[in-house]
């Protein structure tokens, strides 16, 4: 892993179109401003992580009764 | 098409139920066509049953006979990648996940899919949105 120190309103340019800037350190938490094309998109890890782990969990495996599956209210 | 899956038995897809999403589901980038087969008889639920993998199969929702105040906003590059010129054409379903006790609906990773193209994609929300939201008729 590359390792840079900056400072606040420093950036760091990735592949000539993300542009990472450092807005605000507060105490251990760093504001990031991110500056990327439209096609890229930019989500924190553990957001990731999360669907991840709940997509493995939303596979079926086994057999499912679709009648415990909530009816929705009529005219809903 | 005829598939032999673990959850369906051996059915027969037509091609218009096939969607295919080019960057699979988060955690399973490899499962890239799936076909959407109605589960029960009022198009509130759908099995997404991957026809790269008979074994894999997810259950789905619409969310908003359960969710009425739910409203997806798409950033501008899942709105490219699924090429929506008109979002009439998007359709939403939110993966479920069945427990013992409960069946939750993925809120913060919906499945969005062009109707027109049947290209779909697993959108990652902004905002304080539950993987696991109760399903609770309203």
Request: with cysteine; aromatic share 6%; charged share 25%.
């Amino acid at each position: 892993m590359l390792v840079l120190s900056r400072r606040t309103n420093e950036s760091i340019v990735i592949g000539g179109e993300i542009v990472v800037t450092v807005l605000e350190i507060k105490g251990d938490q760093v504001r990031l401003g991110i500056r990327a094309p439209r096609h890229v998109t930019v989500h924190r890890e553990e957001i990731h992580a999360e669907i991840q782990r709940e997509n493995r969990s939303a596979a079926v495996v086994g057999d499912v009764d679709l009648g415990r599956l909530p009816k929705p209210s009529a005219g809903a | 098409m005829l598939i032999e899956s673990e959850q369906l038995g051996a059915v027969e897809i037509d091609d218009t139920k096939v969607l295919s999403f080019p960057d699979g589901l988060l955690g399973f980038p490899d499962v890239t066509r799936f076909a959407l087969v109605d589960a029960g008889d009022d198009a509130t639920y759908f099995w997404l049953q991957s026809l790269d993998d008979p074994q894999l199969a997810f259950l789905a929702t619409v969310p908003w006979p359960f969710f009425p105040e739910y409203e997806p906003v798409l950033s501008d590059s899942d709105q490219d990648a699924l090429d929506l010129q008109d979002p009439g054409d998007a359709m939403v379903l939110c993966l479920l996940t069945i427990s013992d006790d409960a069946v939750t609906a993925n809120l913060l990773g919906p499945l969005v899919v062009n109707a027109v193209s049947r290209t779909g994609r697993q959108v990652v929300l902004d905002g304080d949105l539950p993987t696991r939201a109760p399903l609770a008729a309203i």
